[in-house]
Structure formats: structure tokens, C-alpha cells
């Protein structure tokens, strides 16, 4: 059976070390992942118009972005199934219920010692999701965790780049 687990993100190369300790609790079968982006619903008709959900994704992610989630699918190849980048918009819990039932959510990991920093239009989802009921954990307890999976998924980084760099 294939698991669905949720992380927050704010398109920050820090935000994914949930993914990857979340990734690390998980011992047998597949999982499928969503990274979700909150974004404060659209109020606009005209903004509605022209509204394209990957073209919001696309003109926030950075390459280092992109790279870090191609060394974790490399990295966790056995484990993951699939993942994707979902936008969250709405404040409401009916809102994030919906969401959660959509998209066949089973657990939220949150990184603990880690608070996002979306970007203009986004917020932080965290408080929502421990709201809605849906089983969660907050990984990441102590601060030198943080610093060593920070640094970890640096240096995996950094390798990636000197690789290209090699060839």
C-alpha cells in the first residue's frame, strides 16, 4: 500500500529537511509525497483570469530548489513513489480538509526547529494543518539536528554541483 505524506515548504532549499527526515522514519513501502505552497486566496477576477496554478509553482522555484529535489528522489529512489508540488489556497478548515481529502493525504511532517518564510503572497500553513486533525509529526527536535541535516543536505548539494561542474 502507497502512503501519501504532506510537507510545507516555502521554496527555501532548508524547507525540504523535513522531506528528507520524514523520508528517514519511513521504513517499508512506497510513499507519495506533496510538498505544499500556501498562497493567499485570489480575489481578483482578472487574477482568477489568468490563473495557472504551474506557472505560479514554476516562477517560484530556483534551480537550487530543483536540484535539492532531484537528490532526494535519487537519494530515496526505493522509497518514493511519486512527488509533487501542490498550492494550498485558503484560510478556512473546511478549506484544508478539502485539500487533505483531494489529494489523499495521511500524515503532515513538519521540521520543528524551522519556520517558513514564504514569499509575498504565501503563508504558513503549519498552524491550519495541526488544526485539521490529520496525524502529524514535528521532526527535527534538537537544534544540532537541525544544523547537521541543514549541513547534510548542503554538502548533497554541493556534491551535485561539483558533479555537473565535472562533466
Known amino acids: 500500500m502507497v502512503k501519501t505524506i504532506a510537507v510545507p515548504i516555502d521554496f527555501r532549499v532548508d524547507s525540504l529537511n523535513a522531506l528528507r527526515l520524514a523520508l528517514n522514519t519511513i521504513h517499508t513501502g512506497k510513499v507519495n509525497v506533496v510538498l505544499i505552497y500556501a498562497q493567499t486566496p485570489l480575489d481578483s477576477i482578472t487574477d482568477l483570469l489568468f490563473y495557472s496554478p504551474s506557472e505560479v509553482?514554476?516562477?517560484l522555484k530556483s534551480k537550487e530548489f530543483e536540484a535539492a529535489i532531484s537528490i532526494i528522489k535519487n537519494r530515496y529512489e526505493s522509497l518514493l513513489n511519486?512527488?509533487?508540488?501542490?498550492l494550498f489556497q485558503g484560510f478556512g478548515m473546511r478549506s484544508v480538509h478539502n485539500f487533505l481529502e483531494?489529494?489523499?493525504i495521511d500524515e503532515v511532517f513538519f521540521f520543528k526547529n524551522y519556520t517558513l518564510q514564504p514569499p509575498k503572497?504565501?503563508?504558513d500553513p503549519v498552524p491550519l494543518l495541526k488544526k485539521s486533525g490529520v496525524s502529524y509529526q514535528e521532526v527535527?527536535?534538537?537544534m544540532e539536528d537541525f544544523s547537521r541535516e541543514t549541513k547534510a543536505l548542503n554538502t548533497l548539494f554541493n556534491d551535485l554541483v561539483i558533479e555537473i561542474a565535472n562533466h
Open 57 to 59: 509553482i514554476s516562477s
Open 82 to 86: 511519486h512527488i509533487s508540488i501542490e
Open 102 to 104: 483531494v489529494h489523499k
Open 121 to 123: 503572497k504565501g503563508f
Open 140 to 142: 527535527g527536535t534538537e
